[in-house]
Nanobody, 126 residues
Framework: EVQLVESGGGLVQPGGSLRLSCAAS????????MSWVRQAPGKGLEWVPS????????YYADSVKGRFTISTDNAKNTLYLQMNSLKSEDTAVYYC???????????????????WGQGTQVTVSS
């Protein structure tokens, strides 16, 4: 059974930092393309970053470039998202997701991912 379990969300002040984790099981994590996708209240899905750890490639949405860092620990089957310089517009539920094999790295639609976590809430507010 495939499982993706996120943790690390919470309430943080503008300018602060958080690190999200996503523990993966049930598939070959080290050879999978993984993403973080977020959904703000009343808005659609927004792709954030993707990582292809097996070829050491990462991609970021312009809105988070330079502030967020995606990484993996393949020995622990865990995906991370380090978020720095957080802004109020980063407030959302953050999901880790496994990309479908032929999806683009910036897939904006739910059907372009074959597995999702349950999500973790990130709230940026003073």
């Amino acid at each position: 059974e495939v499982q993706l379990v996120e943790s690390g969300g919470g309430l943080v002040q503008p300018g602060g930092s958080l690190r999200l984790s996503c523990a993966a099981s049930g598939f070959t994590f080290s050879s999978s393309a993984m993403s973080w996708v977020r959904q703000a209240p009343g808005k659609g899905l927004e792709w954030v970053p993707s990582i292809y750890s097996y070829i050491s490639n990462t991609y970021y949405a312009d809105s988070v470039k330079g502030r967020f860092t995606i990484s993996t620990d393949n020995a622990k089957n865990t995906l991370y998202l380090q978020m720095n310089s957080l802004k109020s517009e980063d407030t959302a539920v953050y999901y880790c997701a496994k990309l479908e094999p032929y999806s683009d790295y910036d897939a904006p639609h739910r059907y372009e991912y074959d597995y999702w976590g349950q999500g973790t809430q990130v709230t940026v507010s003073s």
